[in-house]
């Protein structure tokens, strides 16, 4: 089955600085990479996703980038604010949804 | 439109005790999933129904957990002899068939087993 690996686990980043997270994963049948962000004691939510027949997507300040060959995806945030803190999960999705581990991002004012 | 749902938001157990947590998914949504998450921990895979077919059973961690699709809507998780470590959040996810990958949560419900 798949397996994805999150790196890093947390991630500490001053307040207008760029964040990075990143992913790899097994299976070259998955073609379906969303992230979602965790803030403490809520729901995880969808922020953005990116099919395999696209390399890189942009929503406002946040992107997501995809290398097939390497089968490996990242989700860049840039001039993060405060309320960027949460866990973000990655997942590659083939037949079935599979999530990395999680990231911890805490944003200092 | 209304979201995925679940009840209770919080359950306090004794040792022991059987559970019942409940998952309304969105309406119209075929698939349905349980993830326990543990304490600043990844969420872990239980279950996946989709439409009439069989579910996915195989992250189920032991024979004490088991779960129920009721007319391809509401979902009841399980949880027989609760154990300690069996305290975690406890989330569902729902899917619609046009965009299967894509998952909306349930608030989840936190289980404390005492």
């Known amino acids: 089955g798949e397996n994805v690996e999150q790196h890093p686990s947390t991630l500490s980043v001053q307040e207008g600085d760029s964040a990075v997270i990143k992913c790899t994963y097994s299976d070259s049948a998955s073609n379906y990479f969303p992230w979602y962000k965790q803030e403490l004691g809520k729901r995880p939510q969808l922020i953005i996703d990116i099919r395999s027949n696209v390399g890189e997507k942009k929503d406002q300040r946040i992107a997501v980038t995809l290398n097939k060959t390497a089968k490996h995806f990242s989700l860049h945030i840039t001039e993060t604010q405060p309320e960027d803190s949460a866990v973000y999960f990655c997942a590659a999705a083939g037949n079935m949804l599979t999530f990395g581990g999680g990231t911890r991002l805490m944003v200092k004012p | 439109g209304a979201g995925v749902s679940q009840s209770p938001s919080n359950k306090v157990t004794e040792k022991g005790k059987d559970v019942e947590l409940r998952c309304d998914p969105i309406s119209g949504h075929t698939a349905l999933y349980w993830y326990r998450q543990s304490l600043g921990q990844g969420l872990e895979f239980l279950i996946y129904?989709?439409?009439?077919?069989?579910?996915?059973k195989s992250g189920l961690p032991s024979d004490r957990f088991s779960a129920e699709r009721t007319g391809g809507s509401v979902s009841t998780l399980t949880i027989q002899r609760t154990q300690q470590e069996d305290s975690a959040v406890y989330l569902c996810a729902s899917s619609p068939w046009t965009s299967q990958e894509t998952q909306y949560f349930g608030p989840g419900t936190r289980l404390l087993v005492l």
């Open positions: 129904f989709q439409g009439n077919s069989a579910p996915d």
